[in-house]
Nanobody
Framework: QVQLVDSGGGLVQAGGSLRLSCAPSGGTFSRGTMGWFRQAPGKEREFVAAITWSNGRTYYTDSVKGRFTISRDNTKNTVYLHMNSLKPEDTAVYYC?????????????????????WGQGTQVSVSS
């Protein structure tokens, strides 16, 4: 059973940067799509970004476009979320997720139910 291990969270001032990492343990996960979701206190978990292993196609939620970049390293079987210009409203627990799907009609890549594997979450806190 593949498990995802996400890491890299921390406390940063507004305008700062962080890089989150996600890698599978107990096996490899190199097909389909990897995504990042986040859950702020008192709010539902929401989609942040996703990338396909095959061709590196990326997807972002509007609020992070131009600030966050998702990337993958196929040789390391690792996905990254580079977060720049962080804002206090980016504060949340960030979860990586893996899906066997590689093509996405409409915006289905943003739906949790299509993701089969989840990391344990890593806290990102942005102070003003």
């Amino acid at each position: 059973q593949v498990q995802l291990v996400d890491s890299g969270g921390g406390l940063v001032q507004a305008g700062g940067s962080l890089r989150l990492s996600c890698a599978p343990s107990g096996g490899t996960f190199s097909r389909g799509t990897m995504g990042w979701f986040r859950q702020a206190p008192g709010k539902e978990r929401e989609f942040v970004a996703a990338i396909t292993w095959s061709n590196g196609r990326t997807y972002y939620t509007d609020s992070v476009k131009g600030r966050f970049t998702i990337s993958r390293d196929n040789t390391k079987n690792t996905v990254y979320l580079h977060m720049n210009s962080l804002k206090p409203e980016d504060t949340a627990v960030y979860y990586c997720a893996g899906s066997h799907a590689d093509t996405w009609p409409g915006a289905t890549y943003s739906l949790e139910r299509w993701y089969d594997y989840w990391g344990q979450g890593t806290q990102v806190s942005v102070s003003s």
